[in-house]
């Protein structure tokens, strides 16, 4: 999840791989999972990586009805103690949501929950943190209303939120970005204008990477200065070094086939 600042990081929800995963919707990333297995393994070693790092992370089970419900970041917005559930961008992911919504509630007790309604569309993965500044992409999966929805519970808390139109060669905002700290995004060159995240508080930065990896792009950055990434991203990586931050490379190639990244499968609250 992107919507939380590195200090705000300390657990995580997970969901687990369901047997039917071969059916998760790919269009973007992949053509598809097929190996289920390795799948289930690399999912275990992305929550390996988070327990190694101190983040406390729960696992819910997988509901087989629901081939992508391990997507947990698109199923609900938690900010600040605030919590938004939104209504998913696609129909067959909106019965993904409750035992999230359970959890989450029943975790947060006695924070604002809040509910979309009406045509008001937009999944978790398209929303991204820069310290106290946040960007939405207007996607395939997230529309005007779910943005102005958004809009007003930043208002609301005092933050500043931006649109930024996803091209539809790409899913979500977080599957072409991703802010390894409070003050660098990582994005790839020719999915968005250079111009697209405006002008950046001082100190911030976009770092723009080959459009090859820009499935590498999406990282997750930990309060220990250490970064998640998937294996394979030679520039991604060594721009995390020149950070001064510690790599943790992880597999995610099954996970990619299914159209998910790091940041899809987690949900910090």
Known sequence: MATVRLDQKSRALTRAIPIT???????????????????????????????????????????ANHPDCTFVEDQAVVIDGHVLLPVPGHPSRVNEQP??????????????????????RMDGGDILRLGDLFFVGR??????????????LLTHLG????????????????????????????????????????ELPAGCEVLWMPAEEVYGC?????????????????????????????????DMSEIREADGSLTCCSLFF
């Open 99 to 120: 035992p999230i919504a359970e959890f989450i509630t029943r975790q947060l007790s006695g924070t604002k929950i809040c509910r979309m309604h009406g045509d008001a």
């Open 218 to 250: 999406n990282t997750i950055g930990l309060p220990n200065g250490k970064v998640l990434l998937a294996e394979g991203y030679p520039h991604v990586l060594q721009a995390i070094v020149d950070l001064g931050l510690e790599p943790v490379v992880l």
């Open 21 to 63: 995963f071969d059916r998760a919707l790919s269009n973007f990333f992949g053509t598809g999972p097929t190996d289920i297995e390795l799948a289930k393994k690399q999912h275990r070693a992305y929550r390996q990586a988070m327990l190694d790092e101190g983040i406390e992370v729960t696992i819910l089970p997988s509901d």
């Open 159 to 198: 933050h500043e939120l931006r649109v930024i139109d996803i091209p539809e060669h790409a899913l979500h905002l977080t599957s072409i970005s991703s802010t390894p700290t409070d003050s660098v995004i990582f994005a790839p060159e020719g999915f968005l204008p250079k111009d697209a995240f405006g």
């Open 139 to 152: 996607s395939s999966r997230t529309n005007d209303a779910g943005i102005e929805e958004l809009r007003d």
